[in-house]
């Protein structure tokens, strides 16, 4: 149990374009998920936390207007990544607390890895 | 300076040794989760421990509150567990160690 999927696991596209990934909670709800971002051999730095039904919450340094999160349901969040330029390319994961959980307990997704041209 | 710190930061053993990565941290802490990141990104959440010890399978993690200090063992290791092993603490937000790079030469 506690699965979580991201789709697209990889992604090429050319600078200027939109990119959106999905994160699903597959066998339970999440209240809460999570959109991180590893660099190549660094850890993982926390982009945003959003909730179903609300507005999510931006760690400092990054901007919303370029990562939208849509928390639309209890099993789906997305990431939209607008105008995407070559410093974007990164690996994107996201992570989900199940509904009566706290915060701390997360299921991590497998990531997307996105490449800009 | 970092909040949580790892050590070592890269580890190569034989098949079959025991292993010990270690996490010191810095914050005050709710729980402290040990990560296993596969060569392809994916993560798996191997423990989330407040105090004591835990133990599944080959992996046993300890952490010490007044030390704030956890290991990470690994018995009769396998190549299966390359992976990189992140450390990560709660207190009001997560924070990452950035990370201990195992290979498991047969």
């Known amino acids: 149990g506690a699965v979580v999927s991201q789709h697209p696991s990889w992604v090429i596209c050319k600078s200027g374009t939109s990119v959106k990934i999905e994160c699903r909670s597959l066998d339970f709800q999440a209240t809460t998920m999570f959109w991180y971002r590893q660099f190549p051999k660094q850890s993982l730095m926390l982009m945003a936390t959003?909730?179903?039904?609300?507005?999510?919450?931006?760690e400092q340094g990054v901007e919303k207007d370029k990562f939208l999160i849509n928390h639309a349901s209890l099993t789906l969040s997305t990431l939209t990544v607008t105008s995407a330029h070559p410093e974007d390319s990164s690996f994107y994961i996201c992570?989900?607390?199940?509904?009566?959980?706290?915060?701390?307990?997360?299921?991590f997704g497998p990531g997307t890895r996105l490449l800009v041209l | 300076k970092n909040e949580v710190e790892q050590s070592p930061q890269n580890l190569t053993a034989q098949e079959g040794e025991f292993i010990t990565i270690n996490c010191s941290y810095s914050v005050g802490i709710s729980a402290l989760h040990w990560l296993q990141q596969h060569p392809g990104g994916g993560i798996v959440s191997l423990f989330m421990l407040s105090s004591g010890k835990k133990k599944h399978g080959r992996l046993i993690a300890t952490i010490n509150i007044q030390e704030k200090h956890s290991s990470l063992h690994i018995t009769a290791s396998h190549p299966r567990d390359s992976a990189v092993y992140i450390c990560?603490?709660?207190?009001?937000?997560?924070?990452f160690g950035t990370g201990t790079s195992l290979t498991v030469i047969p």
């Open positions: 959003s909730n179903e039904g609300s507005k999510a919450t931006y």
């Open positions: 992570s989900a607390s199940p509904r009566g959980a706290t915060w701390e307990t997360q299921y």
């Open positions: 990560a603490v709660t207190g009001n937000q997560f924070y």
